[in-house]
C-alpha cells in the first residue's frame, strides 16, 4: 500500500504560482519510487477528477493536459520519493482539489481508473 501526502495548496491570486508536493512514504511501496509512475489529477465541486500531469517510472517522460500545457511542470526527485507540481501563470479556473497518484510501471496513464493509489488532496484556490 503506497502511502502518498500531498502538500502546497493554498489561496493564490490570479498569475500567481504555487508548487504542490506529494511525499511518498518509503516502506509503503514494493519496489523502488523510480518504478512508478506518478500523476496529478484535479477535482472541482460537482465536476469530474480530471488528469493534469504524469511523469512515467524510469526515464520519466512528461504529459499534460491541454489546459495546463506551457503554464504547469511535473517533475520528480526518485532520491526523495518525491513528485512536485509547478505552477504558474494560474487562472481562476484551475481552482480545485489537486491529487497525487501512482501506479507502477504505466505509460500513458492519463485516466483516474490507471492509478491505483491516491492521495488525500489539497485545495488550490485562485482567486482575484
Known amino acids: 500500500q503506497v502511502q502518498l501526502v500531498e502538500s502546497g495548496g493554498g489561496l493564490v491570486r490570479t498569475g500567481g504560482s504555487l508548487r504542490l508536493s506529494c511525499a511518498a512514504s518509503?516502506?509503503?511501496?514494493?519496489?523502488?519510487?523510480?518504478?512508478?509512475?506518478m500523476g496529478w489529477f484535479r477535482q472541482a465541486p460537482g465536476l469530474e477528477r480530471d488528469f493534469v500531469a504524469t511523469?512515467?517510472?524510469?526515464?520519466?517522460?512528461?504529459y499534460y493536459s491541454e489546459s495546463v500545457k506551457g503554464r504547469f511542470t511535473i517533475s520528480r526527485d526518485n532520491a526523495r520519493n518525491t513528485v512536485y507540481l509547478q505552477m504558474n501563470s494560474l487562472k481562476s479556473e484551475d481552482t480545485a482539489v489537486y491529487y497525487c497518484?501512482?501506479?507502477?510501471?504505466?505509460?500513458?496513464?492519463?485516466?483516474?481508473?490507471?492509478?491505483?493509489?491516491w492521495g488525500q488532496g489539497t485545495q488550490v484556490t485562485v482567486s482575484s
Open positions: 518509503e516502506g509503503t511501496f514494493n519496489d523502488t519510487f523510480s518504478s512508478y509512475t
Open positions: 511523469t512515467t517510472w524510469g526515464p520519466g517522460h512528461t
Open positions: 497518484a501512482a501506479r507502477h510501471y504505466g505509460f500513458g496513464a492519463t485516466r483516474v481508473v490507471d492509478y491505483t493509489y
